[in-house]
């Protein structure tokens, strides 16, 4: 799969891990700065970004980090927790398996689907 970075007009290879791994990234970091560190989440989706466009790599990701004040080797050992085998990033992933069932839940598996205020809309 290939996407192009809109910031620099280049083609730039984009793995669905590469993909996997941020959306995990994300939501973990999303946990961890809950309540008033919220905004840093914010900060950080707004600097990888405009930094890096669609192809979040993983010293990217690591810029972002430093960039709220993170320590990424401890961001790193959360992450790894997240899998059934840890630090084994082809292992199953607990994120992964919790969306997937949720998804399942309020119907999101059959596509086109759209949830709003608990109710699925298909169409």
């Known amino acids: 799969m290939n996407a192009q970075n809109q910031n620099d007009g280049k083609l730039n290879e984009v793995t669905g891990k590469d993909i996997i791994l941020e959306n995990i990234h994300q939501y973990v970091l999303e946990n961890k700065l809950n309540g008033t560190m919220k905004f840093h989440f914010f900060e950080y989706l707004k600097f990888v970004n405009s930094l890096c466009g669609v192809r979040i790599t993983k010293k990217c990701h ?15 050992e959360e992450i790894n927790r997240t899998f059934i085998k ?9 994120i992964l398996k919790k969306i997937q ?21 298909r169409g």
């Open 101 to 121: 069932t949720e998804r399942h839940k309020i119907g999101l598996h059959i596509y086109p689907a759209v949830v709003i205020n608990d109710v699925t809309f």
């Open 86 to 94: 840890p630090g084994d990033l082809d292992s199953e992933n607990y």
């Open 62 to 76: 690591d810029l972002g980090l430093k960039r709220i004040g993170l320590d990424i080797e401890e961001m790193e």
